[in-house]
């Protein structure tokens, strides 16, 4: 309930209403929720990185939860097969990237060599063609 008597007449707005409801005892009455303030960068860092053993007690109730429904948690040679596994994959994928690329240079090695033979043919023919010249240079001299 509103009394309009016990409400100063600074507080009033535009209207001439009051920006806010205060009850009998001039106490304010919130209406909805309040407004929040956005949090800090503190803030937020300690909301986002809990303290360490809180953070071990949530892995623990969660394996505990888990344990209650039946599902066992992995053990450590399972995580460490799970792991090297990955690795030998990764492995596998770079060195077929790698076969690739090393695949590519050789096709363009061949072609290199190939044109490099034609070249070579083709000097070998301009010089027999000018030793056959100089031979009959030396002949009519």
Known sequence: MIEKNNIPKDNTGDSGEPPHKTNSDGLIILEGPPKIEPATNDQTKRKNNPPIWLRLWR????????????????????????????????TGIVQSCIYYQQKGIM????????????AANTQATAADRFATAANGINTQS
């Open 59 to 90: 892995v623990h109730r969660r394996r505990q939860i888990k344990r209650q429904k039946g599902i066992s948690p992995a053990n450590v040679a399972e995580k460490l097969t799970v792991f090297v596994t990955l690795v030998i994959a990764g």
């Open 107 to 118: 096709e363009s090695s061949g072609a290199q060599t190939d044109k490099l033979i034609a």
